[in-house]
């Protein structure tokens, strides 16, 4: 058999894979549509929402609605079955190229071969699936910004560097709320204790304990990459409210002013629907919400250590390597 009918059989067995995977998802979906579902409790009576979850479903949906799919939140049957045929080909094929020349571990590694979510945006609200335009002090900021970094290359110091490449958070140095899947890492464990909720993302080892007991968030002048996060529960939902960022952190162009008020519902003994809501004024000419479905990973029983030593000893080797493009191109120029 030669690669290129290799190739056709997995992604026919992915595509299968895929939508008998979808259709399981659809039922439980309609399921909870009909029925209703109360959350277990702990020993000490609070929502029980704990365990490993995963959102690798969640890998292949678009982060804002793309302008073909106006007005379409979620793909028909037939349109989702297209849709997953053209994923696993497209998954298939670009595999072996994933992280560039140098590529990026074996495919095993790899989770979003099953992605079968039929959204077509992370974008909940507003209905277009789009992120509100910048208010005009956003766009003043973004602009001296730019400005600052006329000339400058991303390794022209330690300080250009983002700091999810210096392995201090993740995805590019997001908050680490659980909208930004990849193509691995994607899992979250919720432990919880009288009066917290503790969890730790497998992504570079993002661990936050919440109170959840009434007390208030910590002293405006201490300001933290993942923000302070302080929860309670409204019936079955964990809510938490997450500010005093530090203005080292970026999403999206908001910084130190951001707000997010994140919340994890139940809804049956598989699946937590997660939103979280991005509140700026300086920032967004209006809140903006992102949903993301949970599913539970009863095959995890640990998550093992991120050891992410690209921040460790690469720091030396991506500078110096530019100071030598740097003078070989002056060289040149002689």
């Given at each position: 058999m030669n690669r290129r009918h290799i190739r056709s059989a997995v992604a026919s067995l992915l595509v299968a894979s895929v939508c008998t995977l979808t259709l399981v998802h659809l039922t439980a979906q309609s399921r909870r549509g009909t029925t209703s579902?109360?959350?277990?409790?702990?020993a000490w009576g609070d929502p029980d929402i704990q365990g490993f979850w995963s959102y690798n479903d969640d890998v292949n949906t678009p982060f804002e609605r793309p302008g073909e799919l106006s007005g379409k939140v979620e793909f028909g049957d037939e349109e989702l079955a297209a849709v997953l045929e053209?994923?696993?080909?497209?998954?298939?094929?670009?595999?072996?190229?994933?992280?560039?020349?140098?590529?990026?571990?074996?495919?095993?590694?790899?989770?979003?071969?099953?992605?079968?979510?039929?959204?077509?945006?992370?974008?909940?609200?507003?209905p277009d699936g789009r992120v509100p335009p910048l208010t005009v002090a956003a766009r003043t900021r973004a602009a001296a910004q730019a400005e600052a970094l006329k000339g400058r290359g991303p390794s022209d110091s330690w300080t250009d560097r983002s700091l999810g490449d210096r392995c201090i958070v993740s995805r590019g140095g997001w908050p680490h709320v659980i909208v930004n899947a990849g193509s691995y890492g994607n899992i979250v464990r919720i432990v919880q204790s009288p009066g917290f909720v503790v969890i730790t993302h497998e992504m570079i080892h993002e661990t936050r304990i919440i109170p959840v007991d009434g007390r208030a968030h910590v002293s405006q002048g201490i300001r933290q990459y993942l923000g302070d996060s302080r929860g309670h529960w409204?019936?079955?939902?964990?809510?938490?409210?997450?500010?005093?960022?530090?203005?080292?952190?970026?999403?999206?162009?908001?910084?130190e002013t951001l707000r997010l008020v994140e919340r994890f519902s139940r809804v049956d003994a598989d699946s937590i629907n997660y939103t979280v809501t991005i509140d700026d004024p300086s920032t967004f000419t209006k809140p903006w919400t992102i949903g993301v479905p949970l599913q539970s990973d009863r095959e995890q029983t640990e998550i093992f250590e991120y050891a992410c030593h690209e921040g460790n000893y690469a720091m030396r080797n991506i500078l110096s390597g530019a100071r030598a493009d740097e003078q070989a191109a002056a060289t040149r120029s002689r």
């Open positions: 579902y109360s959350a277990p409790r702990t053209e994923r696993a080909r497209r998954n298939v094929e670009r595999a072996p190229t994933i992280g560039g020349e140098t590529g990026a571990g074996p495919t095993h590694w790899y989770e979003f071969w099953n992605a079968k979510s039929t959204r077509t945006s992370k974008i909940i609200d507003p409204e019936g079955d939902t964990l809510v938490v409210e997450v500010t005093n960022f530090s203005d080292k952190t970026d999403f999206r162009g908001s910084r």
